[in-house]
């Protein structure tokens, strides 16, 4: 009777597919005992585009999208696949788990080179994935390597400075982030003024610095214990041998004795966004915050 039912449990078993003794982010994976006779007719259709190219499916039979940059893959192809395989020039590789941005143990696709690229349609891509991905997604075949090293080009502001709301006596600071190749000229200029910021005054200074992506420039200005004749119309312009470009933010400083004091003081703070490789963060000052339309938002 034992083994009677010993056989039935075995049978019942083998009717399943069986788990990998996989740990934590993979045992819940599923992978069938052996592949059907593979009929490409029955195969499912494929998205109009595959970012990362096509590679086949589990059984070597139907062809699928293959992985692109950041998703999970299978680190050993030889083995069972479980996630499927990285797309062309993309290898599978766990992060260092002692890396302060390693969020999880899975292994994901990476670009294997990460030289920048200049594209035939003058954009510049962060390696020759990035490129291969925008043209399998935009479907241009014509789409190729123009050269080395990213593309000469006016600038771009990537990150344009905020309107911002504060109070009277208080610090702000506008953010401008710029995209370009060669090496960009940046200065603030205030309303119709002539002349580039700070100029005479003590209390507005201005920084900048080459990141927080590589072949870009950040540029604060910050202006100290702001008061009613700050208000106006501040400019980011920023400009190469290629061409120019601007952006511009407005400042608007509330009274002490304001009715509306109490209601801004009640706001957080957000003065820029600086963004780098793996994550964005904000840098908050205490005194101002940003608005949009004239439209608050608390925490």
């Not at 990213?150 to 610090?171: F, M, Q, W, Y």
């Not at 603030?188 to 209390?203: I, M, Q, V």
Request: aromatic content about 8%.
């Amino acid at each position: 009777m034992l083994c009677l039912a010993m056989l039935l449990l075995a049978g019942f078993a083998a009717s399943f597919p069986r788990q990998w003794p996989f740990q934590g982010w993979q045992n819940q994976i599923l992978v069938p005992e052996e592949c059907p006779v593979c009929q490409e007719e029955l195969c499912p259709a494929l998205p109009p585009s595959c970012p990362a190219g096509r590679v086949r499916d589990l059984c070597g039979c139907c062809w699928e999208c293959a992985k692109a940059e950041g998703w999970l893959c299978d680190a050993n192809p030889r083995a069972d696949r479980v996630y499927g395989l990285c797309g062309e020039g993309l290898v599978c590789r766990a992060p260092d788990l002692q890396s302060p941005v390693a969020r999880s143990p899975e292994p994901r696709c990476v670009c294997a080179k990460k030289e920048v690229l200049c594209g035939t349609d003058k954009k510049t891509y962060r390696h020759s994935c990035h490129l291969r991905e925008a043209r399998n997604r935009q479907g241009e075949p014509g789409l190729a390597l123009a050269h080395r090293g990213p593309c000469k080009a006016a600038p771009v502001i990537v990150k344009a400075p905020r309107d911002i709301l504060s109070l009277e006596g208080n610090d702000v600071m506008f953010g401008c982030e710029v995209s370009s190749f060669p090496v960009v000229f940046i200065e603030w200029r205030k309303g119709g003024e002539r002349g580039a910021l700070p100029g005479d005054s003590t209390h507005i200074t201005v920084q900048s610095r080459g990141g927080p992506q590589r072949y870009e420039i950040t540029s604060w200005l910050q202006i100290r214990t702001v008061q009613k004749v700050d208000e106006g119309l501040y400019t980011c312009y920023t400009r190469n041998q290629f061409g120019e470009t601007s952006s511009s933010a407005r400042l608007r400083v509330v009274p002490l004795d304001s009715p509306l004091a109490a209601e801004v003081q009640a706001y957080r703070v957000g003065v820029y966004d600086i963004s780098d490789d793996e994550d964005s963060e904000d840098v908050e000052g205490s005194t101002s915050f940003s608005f949009e339309q004239g439209t608050l938002e608390r925490d």
